[in-house]
């Protein structure tokens, strides 16, 4: 922690604990009433486009997103930046292609989309399986990856303490998630937004200001100090040491555009806007404020690797998920005044609020899963205060077997388990969403070969990727059964997650697909319509 004394971890302690309890005091002011299934779910539509917007941005830029994003661009230069825009453009592909139909089709879960057409519980079980498979991973990386972040802030390194932090962050993650509803963890995202954000704006111009105003400068001073020369500056760095550089990065950025923004924790934002036109302003400054991410998250990635150096970032974490706070570090110099301090530690505290809310939200997605598509979906109906309640104990669930799994995988690399949610998102749900709002004759069949399918060949493939096995970097270094020669399985999953859907609706014959398609005329005009709304 070199220029920076004991003083700033004492500052950055005093700013997590204010943030954690003026967080939680959000939750507690704003939660629902205890039999308000709407103001639970959504809150109501009663965030402004604006408001609605940061929260989208702020459950998509997930602390994962930032730390992972930042690493890549410091270690590999031009395949970071690509991979920064490819989450930009996922959102764009949301807003554009199924945003509306989205809100219009769905009332609280993912189910409630996918069952719209093709009800039945099998339907809304299935989805709330994909949904968990999907998000669990995820929730482990950030909580994971809490423990390494306070620790390189607060300048401890004991494994009890961080361990503790893992638990401790959890359980502030199930008590946002079960007493804020919705509406309070959107409360939540909108600071995590303006602090991150805010904070990351003011790092920017730091580094630019030290480059006299010119990237060029920061990427050529980048270049030099990474070790890899000009091809720093260019494709396929990251790949290289694969048989199929072209093909691996194309499949990354695949998984990445297409699932990124079909992950459970994002569509449900889709169904807090009050209205089509709502939902259109809502995502125009989410997709607004995730470019400007962009733009903060390449120069303090570069930024990094010119004033602290390649090698240092990723002796720091092989990962390069410190590259972000080693940029935001630098940025300031040797000679720290109170004032940078104060700046750095804002940080770092932007960084502890992101980790909150990231988790918060996706815990939230998993719970609403499954008590409305599993539980109230049985033959007794359930009374709205016992969905509620029912809500409120999968948070506790679903959150307390993951705070276990991170403390277990909290010392090895996380990013197979990033990637496996991002090709879940893309090789299952994208397909089932586009082929269930968009293609007439689609059918139950289809859909459940689309999902169970899809995530069977992610599951099968992932563990023959170089990031479990076979590398330096991965989660089993020690170990070779790396088989499949891409990084990430979107190359194949994806195509086979249409194909899978494709096929089960053929085989499901014509009278079905018949049926399908007056079934999808009749809803047709509210789904683009948006005269009518999902059912329960």
């Known amino acids: 922690m070199t220029g920076f004394s004991d003083s700033a971890q004492a500052m950055s302690l005093v700013g997590f604990s204010a943030v954690a309890a003026v967080t939680l005091l959000l939750c507690v002011m704003t939660g629902p009433d205890r039999d308000d299934l709407d103001e639970f779910y959504t809150g109501y539509g009663s965030l402004s486009a604006m408001r609605n917007g940061m929260a989208i941005a702020g ?3 997930s602390a994962a997103t930032v730390l992972g994003t930042g690493g890549v661009i410091a270690l590999f230069g031009f395949d970071g930046v690509v991979l920064a825009l490819s989450t930009a453009l996922s959102l764009l592909l949301l807003m554009v292609l199924m945003a509306e139909p989205l809100r219009n089709a769905g009332r609280f879960t993912m189910g409630d989309v996918l069952a719209r057409r093709m009800a039945g519980r099998s339907v809304r079980v299935t989805a709330c399986a994909v949904t968990l498979a999907a998000l669990v991973p995820m929730m482990l990386v950030q909580l994971a990856g809490t423990g390494q972040l306070m620790a390189f802030l607060l300048g401890f390194s004991s494994e009890s303490y961080q361990t503790g932090c893992v638990i401790g962050v959890g359980a502030l993650m199930i008590s946002y998630a079960a007493i804020g509803g919705m509406k309070g963890t959107a409360l939540i995202q909108i600071l995590k937004i303006v602090m991150l954000l805010g904070s990351g704006a003011v790092v920017t111009l730091l580094l630019l200001h030290r480059f006299d105003w010119n990237p060029g400068a920061l990427f050529d001073a980048a270049a030099r100090n990474s070790g890899a020369g000009q091809a720093f500056l260019h494709p396929g760095l990251e790949y290289a040491a694969g048989p199929r550089p072209g093909l691996d990065m194309l499949s990354s950025q695949l998984a990445v555009v297409l699932g990124g923004a079909c992950l459970p924790h994002v569509t449900m934002r ?46 720091t974490d092989a990962a390069g998920n410190s590259a972000y706070l080693l940029g935001s570090r630098a940025a300031f110099g040797t000679d720290v005044t ?72 909290q010392h090895r690399s996380l990013q197979p388990l990033a990637t496996l949610s991002f090709c879940l998102g893309a090789s299952a749900l994208c397909p089932a969403l586009v082929y269930s709002l968009f293609w007439r004759r689609y059918t139950r069949a289809g859909l459940l070969w689309t999902l169970i399918g899809g995530s069977a060949v992610v599951l099968a493939l992932t563990p023959g990727t170089s990031l479990v096995s076979g590398t330096p970097v991965a989660a089993f270094p020690d170990a070779d059964f790396n088989w499949f020669p891409f990084t990430t399985t979107g190359l194949v999953s994806i195509p086979a997650g249409f194909a899978f859907g494709w096929l089960g609706t053929v085989l499901s014959g014509r009278k079905q697909a018949e049926e399908q398609r007056v079934r999808y005329e009749a809803l047709e005009a509210g789904l683009y319509a948006g005269t009518a709304r999902g059912g329960s």
Not at 279 to 301: D, E, I, P, Y
Not at 364 to 370: D, I
Not at 391 to 401: D, E, K, M, N, T
């Open 270 to 315: 889709m169904y807090t806007a009050s209205s089509a036109r709502q939902v259109r302003r809502s995502m125009s400054w989410a997709v607004s404020l995730t470019a400007l991410f962009v733009v903060v998250v390449t120069v303090v990635g570069f930024g990094a690797t010119a004033l602290v150096g390649r090698e240092t970032v990723a002796e």
């Open 59 to 61: 459950d998509y830029i």
């Open 338 to 409: 109170l004032v940078e301090t104060a700046l750095f530690t804002t940080v770092g505290t932007a960084m502890f609020l992101t980790l909150l809310a990231s988790v918060a939200g996706m815990i939230l997605a998993c719970a609403n899963s499954l008590a409305h598509d599993v539980f109230a979906t049985r033959a007794r109906p359930l009374t709205p205060r016992r969905e509620m309640t029912l809500a409120r104990l999968s948070a506790v669930a679903v959150g307390i077997p993951t705070i276990a799994l991170a403390v277990l995988v």
